[in-house]
């Protein structure tokens, strides 16, 4: 349904029409006084541009400009009109803007005429109307912090050896399984006919690998077998990649040329310096603190997330409709691509497609209410990105010209979620004992 409304001014009268979305119409109609004066100046304006012997630029007579430059006067007396009506039009109505001042028509030009007046029809997509958000209607539910245990420090302790571990070659002459670590050659043995007498290629030489991370296909082939050992079989797709029409199974030889164990670093003194702390001690207290960290940086995201579902179902505005559909398109588009590069079988990619293409234009349009509420909060605030947050965002790289004013968006949308979220209030959700 449309929404009608009237404004006037001195020289202007504005009758407004809210269409679906934020599409408005104004149908503008100006006063025989103000029509006149733009005629009187759009003949000043052609004057200007007219050299008359005789007579200095500018100053020709008027009517001999009104006599030869008709059509010249009646363009830009028709442009001034539209021109100076449409501005005056959004300071009468200070509450309707333009979303995209490029796309703003005039779809109609009723009449124009120094004694009637002139009427014509205005139309765009305006800016969304962001509804102003109050701090004292917002409640989200607490998030304590947990509590670390020994177990969670052990973890990160255990991780650390892993990534610390050393290996060392077994002297028995064991059976592979799949708790191994083996040393492998690899060799291609297909080749075209013409270079049969050329050495084969090695795809990959004393090499390390993690038995049970293997292919199947490449597992079932050394599994049980000893240093020295070759064998040979051609690869192929692990069930999660059926259908992969671009995939060519490989002949391959592979000769078992070491077994491995991994031998883990003690938990001492020792152990933490060579992580970066001074001692175990510290090394723990390190752990415990970054634990920390990450949760409340995980419990922040939360009450983001949180608060962003609360947003959307208290505050209810349309958007912009021409950005949605861009949106959803580069996406789709993005998408489309990614599906090429992982090779998706074509009927597999257009039902992906065709599912994206049905959920997208609804989280699109959610994602842009929370864009444009956060943005304008943000106004509100005065809250800035400052260099210093732009290069934290992005730490020990340089950030491009065209992505700053992106990332930049980034960051004061984030800093306006954790201003509301510092400012409201938290309830939580654990029961009284007493109760």
Same mark, same amino acid.
């Given at each position: 349904?449309?929404? =009608?409304?009237?404004?006037?001014?001195?020289?202007?009268?504005?009758?407004?029409?809210?269409?679906?979305? +934020?599409? %408005?119409?104004?149908?503008?109609? %100006?006063?025989?006084?103000?029509?006149?004066?733009?005629?009187?100046?759009?003949?000043?304006?052609?004057?200007? *541009?007219?050299?008359?012997?005789?007579?200095?630029?500018?100053?020709?007579?008027?009517?001999?400009?009104?006599?030869?430059?008709?059509?010249?006067?009646?363009?830009?007396?028709?442009?001034?009109?539209?021109? +100076?009506?449409?501005?005056?039009?959004?300071?009468?109505?200070?509450?309707?803007?333009?979303?995209?001042?490029?796309? %703003?028509?005039?779809?109609?030009?009723?009449?124009?005429?120094?004694?009637?007046?002139?009427?014509?029809?205005?139309?765009?997509?305006?800016?969304?109307?962001?509804?102003?958000?109050?701090?004292?209607?917002?409640?989200?539910?607490?998030?304590?912090?947990?509590? %670390?245990?020994? #177990?969670?420090?052990?973890?990160?302790?255990?991780?650390?050896?892993?990534?610390?571990?050393?290996? *060392?070659?077994?002297?028995?002459? *064991?059976?592979?399984? $799949?708790?191994?670590?083996?040393?492998?050659?690899? #060799?291609?043995?297909?080749?075209?006919? #013409?270079?049969?007498?050329?050495?084969?290629?090695? /795809?990959?030489?004393?090499?390390?690998?993690?038995?049970?991370?293997?292919?199947?296909?490449?597992?079932?082939?050394?599994?049980?077998?000893?240093?020295?050992?070759?064998?040979?079989?051609?690869?192929?797709?692990?069930?999660?990649?059926?259908?992969?029409?671009?995939?060519?199974?490989?002949?391959?030889?592979?000769?078992?040329?070491?077994?491995?164990?991994?031998?883990?670093?003690?938990?001492?003194?020792?152990?933490?310096?060579?992580?970066?702390?001074?001692?175990?001690?510290?090394?723990?207290?390190?752990?415990?603190?970054?634990?920390?960290?990450?949760?409340?940086?995980?419990?922040? *995201?939360?009450?983001?997330?949180?608060?962003? &579902?609360?947003?959307?179902?208290?505050?209810?505005?349309?958007?912009?409709?021409?950005?949605?559909?861009? #949106?959803? /398109?580069?996406?789709?588009?993005?998408?489309?691509?990614?599906? $090429?590069?992982?090779?998706?079988?074509? &009927? @597999?990619?257009?039902?992906?497609?065709? @599912?994206?293409?049905?959920? =997208?234009?609804?989280?699109?349009?959610?994602?842009?209410?929370?864009?444009?509420?956060?943005?304008?909060?943000?106004?509100?605030?005065?809250?800035?990105?400052?260099?210093? @947050?732009?290069?934290?965002?992005?730490?020990?790289?340089?950030?491009? $010209?065209?992505?700053?004013?992106?990332?930049?968006?980034?960051? =004061?949308?984030?800093?306006?979620?954790?201003?509301?979220?510092?400012?409201?209030?938290?309830?939580?959700?654990?029961?009284?004992? /007493?109760?």
């Amino acid at each position: 349904m449309t929404q =009608l409304s009237e404004h006037k001014s001195d020289n202007i009268t504005v009758s407004v029409t809210k269409k679906p979305g +934020t599409q %408005v119409a104004f149908e503008i109609f %100006v006063s025989p006084k103000a029509t006149a004066a733009a005629y009187a100046k759009a003949v000043k304006s052609i004057n200007k *541009e007219v050299s008359l012997p005789g007579f200095r630029k500018g100053k020709a007579p008027e009517e001999f400009i009104v006599q030869n430059y008709g059509r010249e006067i009646e363009a830009e007396w028709r442009e001034l009109i539209i021109h +100076t009506g449409f501005n005056e039009a959004l300071q009468l109505i200070k509450e309707i803007h333009p979303f995209r001042r490029n796309e %703003v028509k005039c779809s109609n030009i009723a009449k124009v005429s120094k004694e009637e007046g002139a009427q014509f029809t205005i139309e765009f997509e305006a800016s969304p109307k962001v509804p102003q958000i109050n701090l004292d209607e917002i409640t989200l539910q607490d998030i304590p912090l947990p509590k %670390v245990e020994e #177990e969670d420090i052990n973890d990160v302790v255990n991780d650390l050896r892993q990534r610390m571990a050393s290996f *060392e070659e077994v002297k028995e002459n *064991e059976p592979i399984t $799949e708790e191994s670590y083996v040393s492998l050659d690899v #060799e291609k043995l297909d080749e075209p006919k #013409e270079i049969l007498d050329e050495p084969k290629e090695m /795809l990959c030489q004393d090499t390390l690998y993690t038995v049970h991370n293997m292919h199947n296909w490449m597992k079932n082939l050394i599994l049980g077998k000893h240093v020295g050992d070759v064998v040979e079989g051609k690869s192929s797709l692990e069930e999660s990649e059926q259908g992969d029409e671009a995939f060519t199974p490989i002949h391959c030889r592979i000769t078992v040329k070491s077994l491995k164990k991994r031998v883990l670093p003690e938990v001492n003194d020792e152990f933490a310096k060579k992580v970066g702390a001074p001692s175990l001690e510290v090394l723990k207290k390190l752990i415990v603190n970054n634990l920390h960290e990450k949760a409340q940086e995980n419990i922040q *995201e939360q009450l983001r997330h949180q608060l962003d &579902q609360i947003m959307l179902s208290k505050y209810d505005f349309d958007v912009p409709t021409s950005l949605v559909d861009d #949106e959803v /398109l580069d996406r789709l588009d993005s998408y489309k691509r990614t599906l $090429e590069d992982r090779k998706i079988p074509e &009927q @597999e990619a257009t039902k992906q497609l065709q @599912e994206a293409e049905a959920e =997208l234009p609804e989280k699109v349009r959610e994602q842009c209410k929370l864009f444009f509420i956060y943005i304008y909060f943000a106004g509100t605030k005065h809250l800035q990105v400052s260099p210093k @947050e732009m290069q934290d965002e992005y730490p020990n790289m340089p950030i491009q $010209e065209d992505l700053k004013a992106r990332i930049s968006q980034k960051i =004061l949308l984030r800093k306006a979620r954790d201003f509301i979220i510092s400012h409201v209030k938290k309830i939580s959700n654990q029961l009284d004992p /007493l109760s």
